[in-house]
């Protein structure tokens, strides 16, 4: 077996065995098989696709190239949720002590630091003071065992295969292929190993998927590959071309989350954090999807999975009183306000451009060694459809680190489609 055969097979789209991608991931992984070569293959795989078997075999391939978590020291079902990134998804943070307040379900996570647009949910975790994501497994199911849920960063002994093939993609131009962006997440999930597993599949302008049905070819093919690996695995599909909630940014999204779980937040943010912890009570076992839902809404309603996600925070060291007052959390010393030009209805929101605002606010991060500002970010005043008075706000930008808008102001203020009312239509 050689590299060059296998990178021939798959421009000639003929099917690789298990064994060649095994000499493959673990030739890659152990420095044998060059960037170079990897590179030729990762190009094939974009333009030429790999089968449903291929997928699976590259999956389980990387999976097994570092730890795969043994669970069965947590007493409970274990359900895992991953979502495939938007701007302002803070769900996590919710859906996770949502479902573990239901008798028998815990919710193990492991998250990774964003780059791009916004933090991932471990740099909004870490903007609580003192919250430590770097804890060990058996401190993690410890939590897990006495709260039900935990968020902590991945091991760098899981998948060390997919942190090498990644670094790689993203520099050659290879990301956007649906079989290797579900080899990368689903190995990770499977080396977590959690129960049961919820896909939540983002299409639209602030997601990988830009259009609804490569969402539903990626979900369908994450879930079979999460079947043949024996798990209960399902995978829905959500819109992301509008920013999740009023809030992107790591402090922000924090105070977000909080302020949901105090039941003051409703609308799509809560909808959507309704639906996903039905369904993932649903894959639990818990009953159907309407006695689900309803679990989740008693969840929230009952301040129970506040309290879980207070537990947490305390056992991982962070200042858990922001889940009663949130202005503990991360202040910007700077602020600006737009404010609507005339009286305007909104008719679009570019969720993708938003991030890119927030990034020049600081609220991302371009390198991955990059610092990050938490305070950073915008709070949107309106959502889609809204009618907004002339002069009246539509968004505040906020950074600790940067003094001048005007770049960010520009981005966030071309990000909103309006149209413009005509005079008294809001009198
Ligand atoms: N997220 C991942 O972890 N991998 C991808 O390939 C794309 C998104």
Known sequence: MNAVDIINKTKRKLQ?????????VNGYTSGEIP?????????A?????????????????MRDSGDILDLSCIEKITVDKHSTGGVGDKTSMIIGPAAAAVCGVAVPKMSGRGLGHTGGTIDKLESISGYRVDVEFDEFADIVNKTGFSIISQSGQLCPADKKIYALRNSTGTVDSIPLICASIMSKKLALNADCLLLDVKWGSGAFMKTPEDAERLGALMEKVGNAAGKKCRAI???????????????????????LLQGKVKGRLYDICIELTANMLELAGKGTISECTAMAKEAIASGKALEILKETIEMQGGDSRVCDDTSLLPQAKYSHVIYAPFDVEIVSVNAEELGMASLLLGAGRISKDEEI????????????????????????LYSDTVSDFSEAALRAYHAVGFRTLTEGALT
């Open 45 to 61: 795989v974009c333009l030429n696709g790999l089968t449903e078997e291929e997928t699976v075999a590259l999956t389980l391939a």
């Open 16 to 24: 690789l065995t298990e064994d060649e991608m095994k000499y493959l």
């Open 373 to 396: 500002d938490y305070a950073a970010g915008i709070v949107l005043e309106f959502e889609l459809g809204d009618k907004i008075s002339m002069d009246a706000p539509l968004m505040t």
């Open 237 to 259: 599909i959500t819109d992301m071309n509008t920013p999740l909630g009023c809030c992107i940014g790591n402090s922000l999204e924090i105070k977000e989350a909080v302020e």
């Open 35 to 43: 960037d170079y070569q990897m590179s030729a293959w990762l190009m």
